[in-house]
């Protein structure tokens, strides 16, 4: 007796990920645009310390102030996409986001000075953080209510699987100085695929009239407030992870400069195996927060591990 060759599993690493999706073509559709994303985003911040200590020459004071920077572009971006979301056509503005970051990491490659390098850092991390907010209100307008916990979970699996490929691009970069040139224009290619293939995604689905509520309510909202204030110091540990551990490792230690990508091999093989089956039980108000305390202990418990490893 025959069998489809359409129900037939596809081996290989693809395969996988068409399996992690389903046979939804949506699901599929945006599990394509999360993988090239995030393995672009994955050359990039693997290697970016790498790249601007060894090809821009740059100290790590001022590496750490353009992030600092780029940090304060982020935090006026997250606010006013949230707003531009709810009143623009969210695919048109997924797809300009996109662009403008594919455009800015290949811009890196002309940066040769450290004015030149905040000011590229901010447009990047404006825009960059703008995919969030319009990504998961696009994710609202297509997908059910009661899949969406579940929806990204599997994309966060996806995001690291692309990340992890990414890291090691990074990686081969890293081991010679005449690859360095592949982290930006590497990355600039992978973002510039997933705009395109965010053009295969479905307009918007039915959008809820917006509620016109008093202006700075959130701010005014406390226990709000406190919520995002908390989530950031847990969001903290990637800076260490992404940031300050290379630059510790390039001026402090005498390891091969291709290891320093590789820190976040062990993060994301961990977040591959076990996002989707930690995220069980967060399906409701109460038990994410149960989710975040677990996660907030296992952060505390991972930097006193760092710090006594580094005492010593």
């Known amino acids: 007796m025959s069998t489809d060759a359409a129900e037939r599993p596809k081996p290989g ?9 389903g046979e939804d ?22 290697g970016s310390v790498v790249y601007f200590t060894l090809h821009v ?30 009143r623009m056509p969210r695919r048109l503005l997924l797809f300009i986001n996109f662009v403008v970051v594919a455009v800015g990491f290949g811009l890196y490659a002309a940066v040769d000075n450290a004015y030149e390098f905040y000011v590229v850092a901010m447009v990047i991390s404006f825009f960059d953080t703008g995919l969030g907010p319009t990504e998961g209100a696009m994710i609202a307008s297509l ?23 990414g890291i090691g691009i990074a ?51 406390l226990p709000y407030v406190g919520v995002v204030g908390l989530s950031s110091v847990l969001s903290s540990h990637m800076t260490l992870l992404m940031v300050v551990l290379p630059l510790w490792t390039l001026h402090r230690t005498t390891v091969p400069h291709f290891v320093v990508p590789m820190f976040l091999v062990i993060n994301t093989v ?13 399906e409701t108000v109460l038990g994410a927060a149960r989710t975040a305390r677990i996660a907030g202990v296992w952060i505390a418990a991972g930097c006193v591990a760092v710090g006594v490893g580094s005492a010593r």
């Open 143 to 165: 997908i059910p209510d009661g899949e969406r916990v579940r929806l990204n979970a599997m994309m966060r699996t996806v995001f690291n699987i692309g990340f992890s490929a």
């Open 171 to 221: 990686a081969l970069a890293a081991a010679d100085r005449r690859l360095l040139m592949l982290i930006p224009f590497g990355s600039a290619t992978l973002l510039g695929l997933a705009a395109l293939l965010v053009l295969r995604l479905p307009k918007d689905g039915q959008r809820k009239p917006i509620v016109r509520r008093r202006r700075f309510g959130a701010i005014r909202d």
């Open 270 to 282: 961990f977040v591959i195996l076990f996002q989707v089956r930690a995220s069980k039980g967060a």
């Open 57 to 86: 020459h740059l100290a790590a004071a001022q590496i750490g102030f353009g992030l600092s920077a780029a940090g304060i572009a982020s935090l006026v971006s997250s606010v006013l996409f949230g707003m531009v979301a709810d």
């Open 25 to 46: 073509s949506l699901r599929r559709s945006l599990v394509a645009v999360r993988f090239a994303a995030a393995t672009g985003k994955g050359v990039l911040l693997s």
């Open 13 to 21: 690493f693809l395969g996988f990920l068409a399996q992690l999706a």
